[in-house]
């Protein structure tokens, strides 16, 4: 009976003398794992714009209905998004958006934290989300 | 003259023992949280200052300034009493321990001695006053009206009863070893090295004092009072601000001057563990010993897991009570037969 307790307490000075495993977290970020769905990112095409072709299939199949598009044709003939709008505080981060896009321009990156004090920021356009492509490399 | 001395050595006397206690305590949680944490392969509290270190004042801040709440159900009088008393039992135990020899004031031929008071039934003293402080969880459970409250003070009285008896028997043998209650004549008996402590004379005492010091200070094995799994917090659920504050104190507080009786009892008090270390003060001794029975009482807690109520009274009684006996029986026996 007794000789249980002293290896419990043998344990736990062993246990008190080796290094914590915690991850101080604002200073050290544990990375996500490789198959987390953070926020949005636009891929870029050669000239550095948009791969998406506003087929609307992300706008179609989004649950929470946070992707709005409204379409438009350059002067060759191809469509694009005029007005693409994704608005994060919606977002619920299931990934249908990247597995519908039929030209993979929609992809889910790696961000999980982005704390706003207003709303605005939040709704993510066109610019925004190329811009986001640079937190995913 | 001579008594006015006495009496402004008397009161700063107690003023440093008192500042020193406190600073203890807050500094006790500190090493608490953060011995648990390391136990727990995490660091425990380090956001507040370097290493953490103002985090018991952070504590303090915080319970002071929250919404001090009396239940409407509870006996006001009596609720607002408890946490006074567990408080006032907690630190007066502290008056009658010696932490250290004595020293003479430079340029003068004043001699102090570093004890508040030594009186001749020291060890009575400690244990009437230890008996009182649970007063302050019974009736802070049981004034509090509420469920949880009073089946906290309940088994707290229980406990109380079934160790208290192991514990007063723990220590007879060291009485009988020293024949004296006085706290500075057992540490006086310890002096010239580690061999003359009474651990190695009273090893078994040593143990069973230590496992009902535990459940004297309700500590985990035995946390009865406040089993978090069950009650909820127990005895303290309805306390808020500083009334929690202060029984959380007295619970630390009580449990540093459980670890000092038990130094100066079998340890050797302030005696240092070799002649040859003679030239360090005492205090520096007293408190390293005290450091070890503490990180004692720390580490057991991270290692233990709480008993059954039915367990601890089965081993309070059927198991302790006996052996605390059969050592005093021995003791007497070999005292006897030696002459």
């Known amino acids: 009976m007794i000789i249980p307790l002293l290896k419990g307490l043998a344990f736990t000075l062993g246990r008190f003398f080796s290094r914590p495993i915690t991850i101080q977290y604002p200073e050290v970020k544990a990375p996500p794992a490789e198959r987390w769905r953070g926020i949005q990112y636009f891929e870029k095409d050669e000239q550095g714009k948009t791969k998406c072709v506003a087929c609307g299939l992300c706008m179609a199949v989004c649950p929470s209905q946070c992707i709005y598009i409204e379409t438009a044709e350059d002067e060759e003939g191809r469509r694009y998004p005029l007005v693409y709008e994704l608005d994060a505080t919606r977002c619920i981060f299931c990934g249908f958006c990247e597995e519908a896009c039929p030209v993979n321009a929609i992809l889910m990156g790696k961000t999980y934290e982005w704390v706003e004090r207003a709303r605005a920021p939040f709704l993510m356009n066109t610019e925004k989300l190329l811009e986001e492509k640079k937190y995913n490399p | ?339």
């Open chain 2, 1 to 339: 003259m001579q008594v006015l001395y006495l009496l402004i050595e008397t009161i700063v006397k107690c003023g440093v023992v008192f500042a020193c206690l406190m600073l203890s305590v807050a500094y006790l949680t500190w090493l608490e949280r953060k011995v648990l944490g390391h136990i727990q392969i995490r660091f425990g509290p380090n956001r507040c200052g370097p290493f953490g270190l103002l985090q018991p004042f952070s504590d303090g801040i915080k319970a002071f300034f929250k919404e001090d709440l009396v239940p409407g159900r509870a006996d006001k009088p009596v609720f607002v009493l408890a946490p006074m008393i567990s408080i006032i039992a907690a630190i007066s135990m502290f008056a009658v321990i010696p932490f250290g020899d004595r020293f003479t004031l430079p340029w003068t031929d004043y001699v102090v001695k570093l004890r508040i008071a030594d009186i001749d039934i020291g060890l009575l003293y400690v244990f009437g006053v230890a008996s009182l402080g649970e007063f302050g969880i019974v009736l802070g459970g049981w004034s509090s009206g509420n469920k949880y409250g009073l089946t906290g003070s309940l088994r707290a009285a229980a406990q109380m009863i079934s160790y208290e008896v192991a514990l007063g028997l723990s220590i007879v043998g060291v009485i009988i070893l020293s024949q004296s209650l006085r706290l500075t004549e057992i540490v006086a008996l310890q002096a010239g090295g580690f061999w003359n402590w009474n651990i190695l004379y009273q090893p078994a005492a040593f143990v069973f004092f230590i496992i009902c010091a535990l459940a004297e200070i309700n500590r985990t094995p035995f946390d009865m009072p406040e089993s978090e799994s069950e009650l909820a917090c127990g005895f303290n659920i309805e306390y808020s601000s500083m009334k929690f504050a202060l029984f959380f104190m007295a619970e630390y507080a009580h449990m540093i001057t459980v670890a000092a009786v038990a130094v100066t009892l079998f340890l050797g008090g302030w005696q240092a563990p070799l002649p040859q270390l003679d030239f360090i003060p005492g205090v520096f001794w007293f408190g390293a010993k005290l450091f070890v029975i503490i990180f004692f009482f720390i580490w057991q807690r991270g290692t233990f897991p709480r008993l059954r109520y039915d367990q601890i009274m089965k081993f309070g009684w059927k198991v302790l009570f006996e052996l605390t006996l059969v050592n005093i029986f021995i003791t007497a026996l070999i005292v006897l037969l030696k002459g």
